[in-house]
């Protein structure tokens, strides 16, 4: 498939099995800042999306009490730490203001920061069921270089990826 042949292509969301409807809407609303917007009339079964900019997260909760958390792949702690798990990201224009905004809802990332090669700086937090959100600022490189001296002086900064 090719964007020529299909027209523009974007991915319009991601989708999530939840165990508790409840702390996934405050996680996404008030911690991440999403918008709850309106899902179809015909959907009986209870759900919610989320849309912050462009990107959406559409939830669904589990059927059995349980299910939810036997999805969850263990792990490592250095997987989470380097961001070497199955996650999504959302594109900001400033980590400083995702900070702020995890600090004053008592949230911590689970992984990076890191700065990558390519300039792009990077933390992860972990929703109420474990999913991981991936937060990637683009910065100029003189910024990237700071941020790269800052976290190597401070101890803060994740190296690369388990076994690379």
């Not at 917007?37 to 059995?64: C, K, Q, S, W």
């Amino acid at each position: 498939m090719t964007s020529s042949a299909n027209g523009s292509v974007s991915l319009h969301h991601v989708a999530l099995y939840v165990s508790d409807l409840e702390k996934t809407r405050k996680f996404y609303t008030d911690v991440l800042g999403m918008e709850e917007i309106a899902r179809p009339a015909d959907f009986v079964f209870p759900g919610a999306y989320f849309r912050l900019g462009t990107a959406e997260v559409h939830v669904v909760v589990e059927t059995e009490n349980g299910r939810t958390a036997a999805l969850a792949p263990d792990w490592s702690p250095e997987e989470v730490r380097t961001g070497y798990s199955v996650h999504f990201a959302l594109k900001v224009d400033s980590l400083d203001d995702v900070r702020e905004t995890l600090r004053r809802n008592g949230v911590a990332p689970v992984g990076g920061p890191r700065v990558r090669a390519d300039d792009v700086e990077q933390i992860y937090v972990a929703d109420p069921d474990g999913y991981f959100i991936e937060f990637i600022c683009w910065l100029d490189h003189e910024t990237a270089e700071r941020r790269l001296k800052e976290l190597a002086d401070s101890g803060e900064g994740v190296p690369v990826a388990p076994g690379h």
